[in-house]
């Protein structure tokens, strides 16, 4: 079983920034693809950035400029850097993972997410 742990998500003024970590643990070959979504209550779940293992991104629209993703391949982590915050960026962040595993590849993993809410 591979586990996704976030991490780095709190209370930020607008305009502040904040990073988020995610971790990958267990038993895997290879981590493949990795994102981030959010969920703000009574909203649907959100694409927001990915980035390949060859270090390729993507950003939905209503980040780019702004968000930057990273990863750190020897570590399995993934970062999101938060820059220019606004309340409409408050949701729930999950990490999610494309991981091959033995006899079982690109197998997609969630993490449980992290808060992050922007307010004065």
């Known amino acids: 079983q591979v586990q996704l742990v976030e991490s780095g998500g709190g209370l930020v003024q607008p305009g502040g920034s904040l990073r988020l970590s995610c971790a990958a643990s267990g038993s895997f070959l290879r981590i493949n693809v990795m994102g981030w979504y959010r969920q703000d209550p009574g909203k649907q779940r959100e694409w927001v950035a990915r980035i390949t293992s060859g270090g390729n991104t993507a950003y939905a629209d209503s980040v780019k400029g702004r968000f930057t993703i990273s990863r750190d391949n020897a570590k399995n982590t993934v970062f999101l850097q938060m820059n220019s915050l606004n309340p409409e960026d408050t949701a729930v962040y999950y990490c999610?993972?494309?991981?091959?595993?033995?006899?079982?590849?690109?197998?997609?993993?969630w993490g449980q997410g992290t808060q992050v809410t922007v307010s004065s």
């Open positions: 999610n993972a494309d991981v091959d595993i033995v006899r079982f590849p690109h197998t997609t993993y």
